[in-house]
C-alpha cells in the first residue's frame, strides 16, 4: 500500500467529533516533523469548497491545512451530497460523477472502492503518516457489508483504530461497549485506544468507567478530550443550531432552506442577533434577510413558495442577500433543462434583473475580486470560492471577479437591486473590511466584528487536544522506523 503508517479515527456515532480530533491529530504529527495527508474514503456532506476546479468537502480541506499541504482531492476521493428525491451528487476526485440512489451507489461499490484503494495509495507513498477519517458508526449491522469507509479501508491501510465516543451526550461508555460488541474479533484487533470527547466536568467521575472498559478489552482510553468552544467551520449539518447571542443590535436571519449548503458562509455572525428560520414570520423586524446556497435551488425555491416565504419576502421592505442558489432565486427565472430537477421554468423573486440556466458543466474554484454594485463599498477586495452548476445573466453586477484559481481574468458577479443583492462569492462575509462596512450601511451604527483567522484556530484547537491526548502511544502502536 506505501510507506506510511495510518492512524485511524472512528466514532460510536456521527458527530462524535471525528472530523476535529483528526484535524487535531494532522497538525501536533505535522508539527512533529512528520509529513502528514488526511484521508476519508466517503463525506456526505452540503460543506464542500472549489479548490482549483476540483471540489471537496470542507472538512478534508481544513485537515490539509491542518498538515501543511496542499488541499487535493485524493484526501477526499468520495464526495455524496444529498440532492433530493433518495439520491445525491457523486463527487468523484473532485468531479461530478452522476446522481445516484443509495441502492445504486451500493451497486458501484467496487468500482467506488477501486478509486479509495488508488487514492489512498497515493497518499501512503508521498507521506510518513495518514490520518484517516471514519464516517458514522463501523458497527451499523445493516450498513456493514457495504462499508467502504471504516473498518474496510482500515483494514487495507493496516491502520491502528482509536475510537471516539460523545461524552457530552450521555451513554459514551455504552456507546463504545456497544460498538465493540458488535465488531468481528479481527475488527476489534484493529482499535488500539478509545477517545472521550467533549467533556465537561472533573475527569476523575469517569475512573469506574475507564477501568471497565480498559479491564474488558485490554485498550486504553489514550484521551478525555474537554469540550472545546471552537471558531473551525463545521462540517456535520447535525451542527446546524443557533449560537448563543451576545450583542442583539443586529438582527440577521437565514432561511433555513431544505437542502441549505456551505452554511460556513455565516460562521463570522457568531455573537449577532443571528438564527435559522423555519417559519416566514421569523423573518419580521430583520435588519438582513439571507437566502443561502442550497443544492437544489429549484425545489428550494418550490419548497419558500409552499411555506410562505416566497410571498413574505417579498413583502418585507429589508436589507435581502442571496449566495449562489440564494442569489439565483432572488432573480426573475430559473431555466432547468435536466441539470437540478428535470426540465422546467420557475419564477423567482423577482428582486433581481437576473436568469439562471442549469448548465451540466460545474464551476469549482477559488475567486478573487472587487465590490463595484454598492456605491459606498465600490472597490472593496473580495476573496471566497464558487462551486455551481448555474449560469445566470443579469443587470447591475455585484462585483467583478479579477482572479479565478490565480489566472488573470475579468467577469461579471452576481447582481445589485435597491436594498437587495446576490452574488456567487461563497465566503463573501468572510472577508471583514466587507462585512464591517456592510453592516455599518445597513444599520447605520458602529460595527464591531471579529474575523476568523482559521489557522489561528486549528492551532488552539490542537493544542488543547495534544494536552489532554497520549500522543506518545497513539505512535507507539503503529511503529514508526
Same mark, same amino acid.
Do not use: H, Q
Given at each position: 500500500m506505501g510507506k506510511a503508517k495510518a492512524i485511524m479515527v472512528q466514532g460510536t456515532a456521527s458527530n462524535v467529533g471525528k472530523s476535529l480530533i483528526t484535524l487535531a491529530l494532522c497538525r501536533i504529527l505535522s508539527k512533529r516533523g512528520y509529513r502528514v495527508a488526511p484521508f476519508k474514503a466517503q463525506n456526505m456532506s452540503l460543506n464542500s469548497i472549489g479548490v482549483k476546479g476540483k471540489e471537496m468537502s470542507v472538512a478534508q480541506y481544513l485537515q490539509c491545512l491542518a498538515c501543511g499541504i496542499e488541499p487535493k482531492p485524493e484526501v477526499n476521493p468520495i464526495l455524496l451530497k444529498p440532492c433530493g428525491s433518495g439520491k445525491?451528487?457523486?463527487?468523484?476526485? %473532485?468531479?461530478?460523477?452522476?446522481?445516484?440512489?443509495?441502492?445504486? *451507489? *451500493?451497486?458501484?461499490? +467496487? *468500482?467506488?472502492?477501486?478509486?479509495?484503494?488508488?487514492?489512498?495509495?497515493?497518499?501512503?507513498?508521498?507521506?510518513?503518516?495518514?490520518?484517516?477519517? %471514519?464516517?458514522?458508526?463501523?458497527?451499523?449491522?445493516?450498513?456493514?457489508?457495504?462499508?467502504?469507509?471504516?473498518?474496510?479501508?482500515?483494514?487495507?491501510?493496516?491502520?491502528?483504530?482509536?475510537?471516539?465516543?460523545?461524552?457530552?451526550? %450521555?451513554?459514551?461508555?455504552?456507546?463504545?461497549?456497544?460498538?465493540? +460488541?458488535?465488531?468481528?474479533?479481527? +475488527?476489534?484487533?484493529?482499535?488500539?485506544?478509545?477517545?472521550?470527547?467533549?467533556?465537561?466536568?472533573?475527569p476523575s467521575l469517569l475512573k469506574s468507567g475507564i477501568e471497565y472498559l480498559e479491564e474488558k478489552y485490554g485498550k486504553r482510553v489514550v484521551g478525555i478530550v474537554p469540550y472545546v468552544e471552537n471558531r473551525i467551520y463545521d462540517e456535520d449539518s447535525l451542527s446546524l443550531i443557533n449560537r448563543r447571542i451576545i450583542n442583539k443590535k443586529i438582527k440577521i436571519r437565514v432561511v433555513k432552506l431544505r437542502y441549505i449548503s456551505n452554511f460556513t458562509d455565516?460562521?463570522?455572525?457568531? %455573537?449577532?442577533?443571528?438564527?435559522?428560520?423555519s417559519k416566514p414570520e421569523e423573518l419580521e423586524n430583520a435588519d438582513l434577510i439571507i437566502i443561502p446556497g442550497t443544492k437544489n435551488a429549484i425545489r428550494d425555491l418550490e419548497f419558500m413558495k409552499r411555506k410562505g416565504f416566497f410571498d413574505k419576502i417579498k413583502e418585507l421592505d429589508t436589507n435581502i442577500v442571496g449566495i449562489c442558489g440564494g442569489y439565483q432565486i432572488l432573480g426573475k427565472k430559473l431555466i432547468d433543462r435536466g441539470v437540478e430537477d428535470g426540465y422546467k421554468t420557475l419564477e423567482g423573486l423577482s428582486l433581481l434583473d437576473a436568469k439562471t440556466v442549469y448548465l451540466r458543466e460545474k464551476r469549482k474554484n477559488f475567486i478573487q475580486g472587487r465590490v463595484v454594485g454598492i456605491d459606498k463599498l465600490r472597490g472593496i477586495r473580495i476573496t471566497g470560492y464558487e462551486i455551481r452548476h448555474g449560469y445566470t445573466l443579469a443587470k447591475n453586477p455585484f462585483s467583478i471577479v479579477e482572479r479565478v484559481n490565480d489566472m488573470r481574468t475579468f467577469e461579471y458577479d452576481g447582481s445589485v437591486g435597491g436594498n437587495v443583492f446576490g452574488t456567487y462569492f461563497h465566503g463573501i462575509f468572510n472577508n471583514i473590511e466587507f462585512t464591517k462596512k456592510y453592516l455599518e450601511l445597513i444599520t447605520e451604527d458602529e460595527v464591531e466584528i471579529e474575523g476568523i483567522d482559521i489557522m489561528e484556530e486549528i492551532e488552539r484547537f490542537s493544542r488543547i487536544v495534544e494536552k489532554h491526548l497520549d500522543v506518545d502511544y497513539i505512535l507507539s502502536t503503529v511503529k514508526l522506523s
Open positions: 445525491s451528487d457523486v463527487i468523484l476526485l %473532485g468531479e461530478p460523477f452522476k446522481k445516484m440512489s443509495i441502492r445504486e *451507489y *451500493y451497486r458501484n461499490k +467496487e *468500482y467506488l472502492f477501486k478509486i479509495v484503494k488508488e487514492s489512498l495509495k497515493k497518499l501512503m507513498k508521498e507521506s510518513d503518516i495518514v490520518v484517516i477519517e %471514519g464516517a458514522g458508526s463501523p458497527a451499523e449491522i445493516n450498513l456493514k457489508k457495504y462499508d467502504i469507509v471504516n473498518m474496510k479501508v482500515a483494514k487495507l491501510a493496516k491502520a491502528s483504530v482509536f475510537l471516539v465516543a460523545d461524552i457530552d451526550r %450521555g451513554g459514551a461508555f455504552a456507546s463504545i461497549v456497544g460498538t465493540m +460488541e458488535l465488531l468481528e474479533n479481527d +475488527e476489534r484487533n484493529l482499535i488500539k485506544g478509545f477517545i472521550l470527547n467533549k467533556f465537561r466536568g472533573d455565516f460562521k463570522v455572525f457568531e %455573537g449577532l442577533d443571528f438564527k435559522y428560520v
